[in-house]
């Protein structure tokens, strides 16, 4: 079965220290990739996503992923966080085969609490 | 605003009350799904409907039964459930099903609690 992982759970950095959320998934062909971010009280809400093409892919908000194909990763990264980055972080991963082509695998999620 | 709204946005119910949630969306989307949101799991794909029409029941209870009356509206009916079933209940939406060229839209969710 599909699945993605996480590493971490809660992730506590100051704020200007740089971030990096590990994302592994277990599927070996062609894949679509995405992050999203829950704020506090709020939505889930896209932050970035891969289809095809350039594989560093560059989002809202300053933030950035890589997808390594030959690592099974698409880890998240910002080189420099913000108070306001507090939220849940979620890792997505659309395997894009037969009949279940509208189907997410989501992680578990990595809290992120930025102390100012 | 996300173009996906979600009602009630909290929701307490006995385990033998039969309650409804309400989702819509307002972007024109094909494709509408209820994921179960659990403190330290991952989201749940619950169901998914595609113009109208069920496509997927992830081994979802009965207890659970959903309903798709148009391509905007999507109703998770509730009945006899169980304590264990107290998550957050998230509506998305997609252009379609294919995710290849699409991303997921979500709604803020209703806050369930079973007593």
């Known amino acids: 079965a599909q699945s993605v992982s996480q590493h971490n759970h809660h992730v506590i950095l100051s704020e200007a220290a740089s971030l990096e959320l590990g994302c592994n998934y277990s599927?070996?062909?062609?894949?679509?990739l995405f992050w999203y971010v829950q704020y506090p009280g709020q939505h889930l809400q896209l932050l970035l996503k891969?289809?095809?093409?350039?594989?560093l892919v560059k989002g809202i908000k300053g933030f950035e992923a890589e997808f390594i194909k030959s690592k099974f990763s698409f880890n998240l990264r910002k080189p420099s966080v913000q108070w306001s980055d507090t939220a849940e972080y979620f890792c997505?991963?659309?395997?894009?085969?037969?009949?279940?082509?509208?189907?997410?695998?989501f992680g578990k999620g990595t809290k992120l609490s930025v102390k100012p | 605003e996300t173009g996906v709204t979600q009602t009630p946005r909290h929701l307490v119910m006995g385990m033998t009350n039969k309650k409804s949630l309400k989702c819509e969306q307002h972007?024109?989307?094909?494709?509408m799904y209820w994921y179960k949101q659990s403190a330290k799991k991952p989201l749940e794909l619950m169901f998914v409907?595609?113009?109208?029409?069920?496509?997927e029941n992830n081994s979802v209870p009965s207890r659970f039964s959903p309903e798709c009356p148009n391509s905007s509206h999507l109703f998770l009916h509730l009945h006899t459930l169980q304590p264990e079933d107290s998550a957050l209940y998230l509506c998305?939406?997609?252009?379609?099903?294919?995710?290849?060229?699409?991303?997921?839209?979500f709604g803020p969710g209703t806050r369930l609690t079973v007593l």
């Open positions: 409907y595609s113009l109208e029409e069920r496509v």
């Open positions: 997505a991963v659309n395997a894009g085969y037969g009949g279940s082509q509208g189907n997410l695998i």
């Open positions: 998305a939406s997609s252009q379609n099903r294919d995710l290849s060229y699409n991303e997921q839209f």
């Open positions: 891969y289809f095809s093409g350039d594989p």
């Open positions: 972007l024109g989307h094909n494709a």
């Open positions: 599927y070996g062909g062609t894949v679509n």
